[in-house]
């Protein structure tokens, strides 16, 4: 039986070629078009569109309405631990303070804030919202660490959640595009472009001007990069 046969091994071992595609998902993600050979561009598909779909899944619009929620519910449960211990009101003013400093991401020690509120009696609407922000933060931390895994730089993991994921919210797969680009000099590989399709971009002639504009503005980095 033919397990573990699926794609192309490239000449390289699989931590060799794990870090290879990590890199070419980065590069890709980051500036939008990379030139390659034409058989690592079809191979880079199955490394790149499934942590585009992880995104567009996790949109911070997603959880837009929890975080609200969440916020509104919070100055309310003041007087709930009005009269707690040292301990409770620290993991309450841990809350507020983490909820006033973060940005498209949900407060830290909600885990805490849902014990020490049902200690103190909070009724069960309240103690809804708490736990789906909790359940809610949980799910989008877990998609983060799947990015993680394949993206390499940060800023280009947030600019992934937060923009590419938005933009293609709407579309179910296809968000990549293969043009050819003729043949290498010296071994006369098969080369091509592989680009995202931005705003429903379908013509070759879109892509084919944006990889052009990138390969004159980069020099031949990425023939050098990933020759």
């Known amino acids: 039986m033919r397990h573990r046969k699926a794609g ?10 794990d870090a290879m595609f990590r890199n070419m998902t980065t590069s890709l993600l980051k500036h939008g078009t990379i030139k390659t050979t034409l058989a690592k561009a079809k191979e880079l598909r199955r490394h790149v569109e499934p942590v585009i779909t992880i995104a567009r899944k996790h949109v911070w619009a997603n959880y837009a309405a929890d975080a609200q929620a969440l916020s509104d519910l919070l100055p309310s449960l003041e007087g709930l631990f009005a009269d707690a211990s040292d301990a409770q009101r620290n993991a309450y003013a841990a809350v507020v303070k983490s909820q006033a400093q973060v940005n498209k991401r949900f407060p830290s020690g909600l885990g805490a804030l849902v014990k020490s509120m049902k200690d103190l009696g909070a009724t069960e609407d309240q103690l809804s919202i708490v736990n789906t922000a909790r359940t809610a933060q949980m799910a989008r931390f877990h998609a983060l660490s799947q990015a993680e895994s394949v993206v390499m730089e940060s800023a280009v993991l947030d600019d992934l959640f937060d923009n590419l994921g938005e933009e293609f919210a ?8 293969i043009v050819k680009a003729g043949h290498r000099e010296g071994d006369n590989a098969p080369m091509a472009y ?18 052009a504009t990138l390969e004159l503005a980069y020099s031949n980095v990425f023939d050098k990069q990933y020759r």
Do not use: P, Q, W
Request: glycine share 8%.
């Open 170 to 177: 709407s579309r179910n797969g296809g968000y990549t595009r």
């Open 8 to 17: 192309r091994k490239f000449g390289r071992n699989s931590a060799h070629r």
């Open 194 to 211: 592989i680009a995202l399709v931005r705003n429903n971009a379908e013509s070759d002639v879109e892509v084919t001007d944006a990889a």
